[in-house]
């Protein structure tokens, strides 16, 4: 499997980000939003240091630069198996579950090149 750029992970990273706000505002529970936010927290700081790369970087391959990018798929696959009942409303689950996937497969793909 050819590993994704950095252009194409901020992308999917980006979208993630907006999808995990949206379902933050509609969580109904605290318990719920403070999941959110600690991913939403983890993946924003992941942004933050792919945009300090110079935009003539962004074609080469993609690697983790946060520790917390490490430790973020099994509270992403938490959120997954209890996506119906943190996300309420229907079209940011059906965003949500197709954007996982590509974002789980690019941070899985990171964990075998380790």
């Known amino acids: 499997m050819t590993q994704t750029t ?3 992970t901020l ?5 993630l980000l907006e999808l995990l706000d949206d379902a933050y505002w509609e969580a109904s ?3 719920h ?3 959110l936010y600690d991913i939403i927290s ?3 700081q992941e942004v933050a240091e792919i945009n300090k790369l110079s935009v003539q970087d962004h074609h080469f391959p993609y690697e983790v630069v946060t520790e917390g ?3 973020v798929v099994p509270k992403l696959e938490r959120l ?3 996506r119906e009942d943190v996300i309420q409303r229907t079209q940011t689950l059906t965003d949500f579950r197709d954007i996982l996937s590509s974002v789980l497969g690019i941070l899985e ?3 075998e090149t380790l």
Do not use: N
């Open 80 to 82: 997954d198996e209890h």
């Open 29 to 31: 529970s605290i318990q």
């Open 109 to 111: 793909a990171q964990v």
């Open 42 to 44: 983890i993946l924003s």
């Open 6 to 8: 950095v252009a194409d």
């Open 33 to 35: 939003k403070d999941m």
């Open 69 to 71: 990018m490490r430790r």
């Open 11 to 15: 992308r999917e990273y980006q979208s």
